[in-house]
């Protein structure tokens, strides 16, 4: 069922119109479904205002009300399906409330754009989206702060070019992607208050002469603001999830690059650390092999999600303002990413935990240069010009007196002796505050209990 079809738009084979049908309508119907529930609410929240601006009658609203309910319990409960002969979302709850209440369901889309109802749609699931990954990524920032915690007392060494250059730790290196993804849950929330706008009311992209409570719509989604401008509030498809994908980037980052450290550190040339069996396969024919299949594939996936924002930019190159068809491809982009990206930070969560780090590494003699600046602090500490000590102690080393001492005081802020865990902890749980998740609880909570 096509809502807008035309008895014209008949006129053509039935072969010819299917084949038109599969192209246009490709993989929506699988993609709407992670719309559906949303879709309910923003048609909740809509049927609320029409009622206010006398639009619908009060018992209308309440058959409404209750028959969204019904559809909503029917998604959380899998019951719910996309008809083959219906061609989205939308227009399967707005059959599904006709066929239950006749005429009353045929008002629901009074001021309203199937454009601007899947704005709605999509800000509501990318924010219930973000939610879930800022939930994901508190337990694999808790992970890390505990192996950070427990591990501070083992050295590793720290390299730059490839080269060992200065003492490290476990705590050290586990703190750092630990205070890594409190940049990533940051820049995640510059993407959340970007998505958390209503476009509820801009129509097809230029409004409507129907006196719309816009407003209340915002306040009943749970929304922090509005997009006012109507024409801007379309432009904001492809926009919004371009944001959105960036941000997801920068937190696929994180992982890719320390998924590249697990593999580097097990492999038996560095050694520093141990994945347990579960964790790593073995070889057909080399009977030594322990491969971390698991921290390389976490490695692969979150790279290929780095991608997801350029390939996202290519569909929208150049388009014009308002809407246009080619945006229906943005939904494939987007939404597998948020179920790739939650596999990768489950398994994350779960193989942290597990990782066995090897004590004493620097106590071997090939580290000893790793302790040079070391002796070229002490020298200053004794009075020596920096850059005279720089020079005695590289004519140590290479003229072949230097002798390493491992005896370390780091105490400045976030070095080995100082990780200042309790601070990065901090932030992170500040930034996860600015969310305010709770608002949004609230309101959809109002919403679809609304007498």
């Not at 009658?57 to 409404?64: F, I, V």
């Not at 409004?207 to 209340?216: A, I, Q, V």
């Not at 944001?243 to 937190?251: D, F, H, P, R």
Request: net charge negative; proline share 3%.
């Amino acid at each position: 069922m096509k809502l807008w079809q035309k008895e014209s738009s008949r006129n053509i084979s039935e072969q010819t119109e299917s084949i038109i049908e599969n192209f246009t309508v490709g993989n929506d119907r699988e993609m709407d479904m992670y719309l559906a529930e949303f879709d309910v609410l923003g048609s909740m929240a809509h049927a609320i205002m029409l009622e206010k601006i006398g639009l619908l009658k009060t018992d209308e609203l309440g058959n409404l009300l209750k028959e969204c309910r019904k559809i909503y319990n029917d998604i959380l409960n899998g019951k719910f399906l996309i008809e083959k002969n219906i061609e989205d979302v939308h227009s399967q709850v707005e059959w599904l409330l006709t066929q239950a209440l006749g005429d009353t369901g045929k008002k629901i889309h009074s001021g309203r754009s199937r454009n601007d109802q899947v704005l709605v749609d999509l800000k509501l699931f990318m924010r219930h989206q973000v939610r879930i990954v800022v939930q994901k990524i508190e337990l694999v920032f808790q992970k890390l702060i505990e192996q950070s915690e427990a591990t501070k007392g083992h050295l590793l060494p720290g390299y730059t070019h490839l080269q060992i250059a200065m003492p490290s730790s476990f705590g050290l290196w586990f703190g750092a992607y630990a205070e890594s993804l409190v940049d990533d849950v940051q820049i995640l929330q510059g993407a959340y208050k970007v998505v958390n706008k209503n476009p509820l009311g801009s129509g097809a992209g230029y409004g409507s002469s129907f006196p719309l409570d816009r407003t209340l719509t915002t306040q009943l989604l749970g929304f922090d603001d509005l997009n006012y401008n109507v024409v801007y509030a379309q432009m904001t498809r492809g926009k919004t999830e371009y944001t959105v994908l960036s941000a997801l980037t920068s937190l696929a980052t994180t992982l890719s690059r320390m998924a590249m450290d697990i593999c580097l550190y097990n492999s038996q040339n560095f050694g520093f650390l141990v994945l347990p069996d579960a964790f790593t396969t073995g070889s057909s024919i080399m009977p030594h092999k322990k491969n971390p299949d698991v921290a390389e594939l976490l490695r692969a996936k979150t790279n290929r999600l780095k991608g997801l924002p350029t390939e996202l930019a290519f569909v929208t190159s150049n388009l014009p303002s308002g809407y246009h068809r080619d945006m229906q491809i943005l939904k494939e982009i987007l939404m597998p990413a948020f179920t790739q990206l939650n596999e990768c930070l489950d398994i994350t969560a779960l193989m942290l935990p597990n990782i066995q780090v090897k004590a004493d590494l620097l106590a071997d003699q090939k580290y000893d240069p790793i302790f040079s600046v070391e002796r070229v602090n002490e020298l200053v500490m004794e009075g020596l010009p920096f850059r005279d000590a720089y020079l005695q102690v590289k004519d140590e080393v290479f003229g072949g007196t230097y002798e390493a001492s491992r005896e370390l005081n780091h105490t400045l802020e976030g070095s080995i002796g100082n990780l200042c865990n309790d601070q990065i902890v901090r932030m992170m749980n500040e930034v996860i505050k600015g969310f305010e998740f709770d608002k949004v609880d609230t309101a959809l909570e109002k919403l679809l209990n609304w007498e």
